[in-house]
């Protein structure tokens, strides 16, 4: 029933134009604004809100799981083609053209990197200028992973200004927020539109060598589109109409007012003389239920191939034990693969959305059944394969009737492992697009919304519950009954 | 009957058997006797075919064993090996449904030989752990002629049970060997048992034979200072038993 409502929600998904954003607010209220303009010209559209970061999302739209989502001039420049290092903007746009991709006319503000410190600090340190940093190399840096890697960001930052500072953490944007707040670090990487900075009180120091490049906010798209003259419409709409003031404030709304992504997108809309259709009523109860779904579907549908795949592979791995030794290392090699990583890899073979997800999952749950499903037959004693060899039984005999059962305690040990991790896992699908109890905690981390964390993590938690309390009934009936009696003789 | 000619088995470089020529004859109980490590157990498994020799050679009414003649052979283990996840009965079947043989046909031989072995009948669907050590032991005496096997081997098939279960189960068996009338190899460090069950005893000695013959040709005329040794050892034995 899961797989038949799975494609079903696939091919529905086909017919609507598909629009992505990452996961950040900004980003988020920008792919509201742009359906909401987009139902106003009557093309209907779905928006897969807070998929990953830049790679997820550029990936996606180039394997045309995605069709349209909002970049910035200078990510597209200096990360998405960084390996190409186009000289302008207008270079940028011909490289995205030979690989069928298209970017609209700026919205109309950009979105730049800044560096901030909090006032109060930089007024102590007279901080004012990221040159002035130089002084102070004792200051606590925490960087975002994509800024602390990119080309663009900490390497050259640190370069160009010669910055002495070694105590740099990676770590998501929206903590850095709250770390700068509660003093843990000292400065961090922001963009210009975003609503923290006036909240937290913070100084965005000036770029005296101008380091920085100008992020326009545009919309990234698969060329193809330009064809529907609604699509082409829509765009003419956005082109010039939002400016720096206008997202700020919207930005602030939705981050520390109550405002959800969507109402202030139809504020914002209703601007352009769009209204927008009132917003569906959304109860608790009924989010909680769809990300159960969601979520179910990728545990079930993942842990289901892995016990088909990794049971036989135990068993071959334990009949020879060559390759053995192979086959389990291999696993194990994938399970120390960070998750985040694991998924991103998938992007390309699979886009985004349940696929990667499902198969990253199935991946992890590989090792914990196949070495459990090696060690339950490595460790039937000796003279236990002697008597069947004495009884002379076919292999498929002495497989099925005595070394799986005989292994089946250890077989259920792993599968229980590797359900709980895999539930635990599949939070993670809510990067990629899949959704689940993830979905909720991504919002709240980016929101500081406890309240959405914990609609997402507690229902988590009652899952893998109920999921060992299952699988030890399930194992019960797997078991045999004489595996389970003390021996008293 | 079965027959082990020039045999050597080496693990490594340490020989574990041999060399060693050794004949079973047929319908008689030939028990190998002799200290824990002498080779008894490895010269059993030799026989069976579960364990191929480094030199020489089995054979099996006069042809190198195979594992048809295997199938010919019942074997019981020390501790009697019963699957522990399976009741007694489907241990008792799981080979005569292996080789094509009715359901219907194996039952009826589960009972047969449960009123041989004297082992109770609501017994049959219990498992393993929930028998005596005793009856566990039966089964797997019982296991091993379920195919009315030509040969019977039995590796110390006694030796976990506590003395006043061994004696009555040592009774029980020479009635059992006696009625039947096969070929019995039997492996015992227990001399007073080699003396009850033997016709002909082989004693061992670090992978060779010490001597071979009655018990009274041991005890009596002993080949070695070690033959002498070991049956001095057991002079508590009442020197009635064996014949």
């Not at chain 1, 950040?24 to 139902?39: A, C, H, K, M, P």
């Not at chain 1, 919205?107 to 040159?131: C, H, M, Q, W």
């Not at chain 1, 309240?451 to 899952?463: F, K, N, R, V, W």
């Amino acid at each position: 029933m899961v797989v038949v409502l799975l494609v079903c929600g696939m091919s529905a998904a086909q017919e609507a134009l598909r629009i992505g954003s990452k996961k950040f607010t900004e980003s988020v209220i920008l792919g509201e604004i742009v359906r909401l303009v987009f139902e106003s010209e009557g093309i209907s559209a779905e928006h897969q809100r807070e998929l990953g970061g830049t790679r997820i999302l550029f990936s996606g739209t180039e394997t045309g799981q995605l069709d349209v989502y909002p970049e910035y001039t200078g990510t597209i420049r200096f990360e998405i083609l960084a390996t190409d290092s186009p000289a302008s903007d207008d270079a940028s746009r011909a490289l995205l053209a030979q690989r069928g991709l298209s970017v609209s006319t700026p919205l109309g503000f950009s979105n730049n990197y800044g560096i901030a410190v909090p006032r109060s600090l930089a007024d102590e340190l007279k901080l004012e200028t990221i040159s002035d940093l130089q002084e102070h190399p004792q200051l606590r840096i925490g960087f975002n992973h994509e800024f602390l890697e990119r080309a663009d960001g900490w390497p050259g930052l640190r370069d160009l200004y010669g910055l002495p500072q070694h105590r740099v953490v990676g770590i998501d944007h929206d903590l850095a927020y709250r770390a700068l707040g509660a003093g843990d670090l000292d400065v961090m990487e922001v963009y210009t539109t975003d609503a923290e900075i006036s909240y937290y009180d913070l100084r965005v120091l000036l770029d005296d060598r101008g380091y920085f490049n100008q992020y326009e906010a545009v919309l990234l798209y698969r060329a193809a589109l330009e064809e529907q003259p609604a699509f082409r419409a829509a765009l003419a709409r956005l082109a010039g109409s939002i400016d720096e003031a206008t997202i700020g404030e919207l930005n602030a709304s939705v981050k520390f007012g109550d405002e959800t992504e969507t109402s202030a997108a139809a504020r914002f809309v209703a601007t352009l003389g769009i209204e927008a259709a009132a917003e569906s009523e959304d109860t608790r109860l009924g989010r909680i239920a769809r990300y159960t779904l969601q979520h179910l579907t990728l545990v079930g549908l993942s842990m289901a191939a892995a016990i088909i795949v990794a049971i036989p592979v135990g068993v071959v791995a334990s009949k020879l034990p060559g390759l053995g030794w192979l086959v389990i290392g291999g696993t194990g090699v994938i399970q120390t693969i960070p998750s985040l990583a694991l998924l991103v890899l998938m992007l390309p073979l699979l886009g985004i959305g349940d696929a990667p997800a499902i198969s990253a999952l199935f991946l992890y749950s590989l090792l914990p059944i196949v070495r459990n499903t090696h060690a339950g037959l490595a460790a039937i004693p000796p003279s236990t394969e002697e008597v069947a060899d004495a009884l002379d039984l076919g292999f498929w005999t002495r497989l099925l009737r005595i070394e799986l059962p005989l292994a089946s305690r250890s077989i259920a040990a792993g599968v229980k492992t590797a359900a709980v991790l895999n539930i635990g896992f599949a939070t993670l699908g809510a990067i990629v697009g899949s959704g689940g109890y993830g979905a909720p905690i991504l919002t709240g981390i980016r929101l500081n919304r406890i309240d959405l964390i914990l609609e997402g993590a507690i229902p988590a938690a009652l899952l893998a519950l109920a999921a060992q309390g299952l699988l030890g009934l399930a194992e019960r009936a797997v078991v045999p009954r004489g595996l389970r009696l003390r021996r008293d003789g | 009957m079965l027959e082990l000619r020039g045999v050597i088995k080496r693990y490594g470089t340490t020989a574990a058997l041999g060399p060693i020529d050794l004949r079973v004859d047929e319908a008689n109980t030939t028990v190998l006797l002799g200290p824990s490590g002498c080779g008894k157990s490895t010269a059993l498994r030799a026989m069976l075919g579960l364990i191929k020799p480094s030199e020489g050679e089995v054979l099996f009414e006069g042809e190198p064993i195979s594992r048809e003649a295997r199938r010919r052979a019942g074997y019981v283990i020390q501790d009697g090996g019963l699957f522990p996840h399976l009741t007694a009965r489907a241990n008792l079947i799981i080979q005569p449904l292996e080789f094509g043989i009715a359901r219907a046909e194996a039952e009826a031989r589960v009972s047969e030989l449960s009123e041989l072995t004297s082992f109770p009948r609501d017994g049959l669907d219990r498992y393993p752990a929930e028998l005596s050590g005793g009856q566990r032991q039966r089964v797997a005496l019982m296991r091993s002629l379920m195919l009315d096997p030509d040969v019977l081997l039995m590796d110390e098939p006694l030796g976990a049970l506590d003395p006043v279960t061994r004696a009555d189960l040592q009774s029980d068996l020479r009635d059992i060997f006696r009625s039947l009338g096969k070929t019995v190899v039997l492996v015992t460090h227990d001399l007073a048992e080699a003396a009850y069950l033997g016709d002909r005893i082989v004693l061992m000695e670090r992978g060779e034979i010490a001597q071979a013959g009655r018990f009274e040709d041991l005890r009596d005329a002993p080949a070695s200072d070690f033959v002498r040794r070991f049956v001095s050892a057991h002079r508590s034995v009442p020197m009635g038993a064996g014949s």
